[in-house]
């Protein structure tokens, strides 16, 4: 098992451009998430899906969307980077969201 | 809101000492608690968990966390650290209530020196 995947490992964008990170799951999870983690701040929650067909914000939404793709997709886009969603993006999936969450290698994004 | 509070960001140790990281989160009602790892350049990887029963947990590599329900803290242990411990830890915490969230501390980045 490949656990959480994550796509790609290193991404620099100039400030405007848009991309979309892509995240996969192997362990047929119901629940998936995305995080950003910048130094001194821990882990935020951007997005979830709870289950498949649903997505819910976090904390720290704005500037991104995401989509459930199927039960092991989950990506997350950026319509607009700016300076400030430098930082490095992980996935995440639980069998639900009682259970604990397994983590990705993470994105580290630079935007210029 | 819900928050957890990590006491320490930064702690060095010589090999063999013994470590403990303080976690205390703010919510009264039923929560889920947990520690994750991360070791330079790598995710982050679950420690231990606490979900009910026995407040003392055991969990990979020697470490351990006790939950005080009346200190609402759940805090980390070691008895003897090695090198290979050099890592940065999170406490978290998901709060009962509607979609179950976690909620990270900031983080404890520990050094240990040979």
């Known amino acids: 098992n490949a656990g959480v995947t994550q796509t790609p490992k290193f991404q620099v964008l100039k400030t405007g451009q848009s991309m979309t990170l892509q995240c996969a799951q192997d362990m047929n999870h119901n629940s998936m998430y995305w995080y950003r983690q910048d130094p001194g701040m821990g882990l935020r929650l951007i997005y979830y899906?709870?289950?498949?067909?649903?997505?819910d914000k976090g904390e720290v939404p704005n500037g991104y969307n995401v989509s459930r793709l199927n039960k092991r997709e989950f990506s997350l886009r950026l319509e607009s980077a700016a300076p400030s969603q430098t930082s490095v993006y992980f996935c995440?999936?639980?069998?639900?969201?009682?259970?604990?969450?397994?983590f990705g290698p993470g994105t580290r994004l630079t935007v210029t | 809101a819900q928050s957890v509070s990590q006491h320490n960001h930064h702690v060095i140790l010589s090999e063999a000492a013994s470590l403990e990281l303080g976690c205390n989160y703010s919510?009264?009602?039923?929560?889920?608690l947990f520690w994750y790892v991360q070791y330079p350049g790598q995710h982050l990887q679950l420690l231990l968990k606490y979900f009910s029963g026995d407040p003392l947990v055991k969990g990979i590599k020697g470490f351990e966390a006790e939950f005080i329900k009346s200190k609402f803290s759940f805090n980390l242990r070691k008895p003897s650290v090695q090198w290979s411990d050099t890592a940065e830890y999170f406490c978290?915490?998901?709060?009962?209530?509607?979609?179950?969230?976690?909620?990270f501390g900031a983080g404890t980045r520990l050094a240990v020196h040979p």
């Open positions: 919510y009264g009602g039923t929560v889920n």
């Open positions: 995440a999936s639980s069998l639900n969201t009682d259970y604990e969450q397994y």
């Open positions: 899906s709870a289950s498949e067909g649903t997505t």
């Open positions: 978290a915490v998901t709060f009962s209530g509607g979609y179950n969230k976690l909620i």
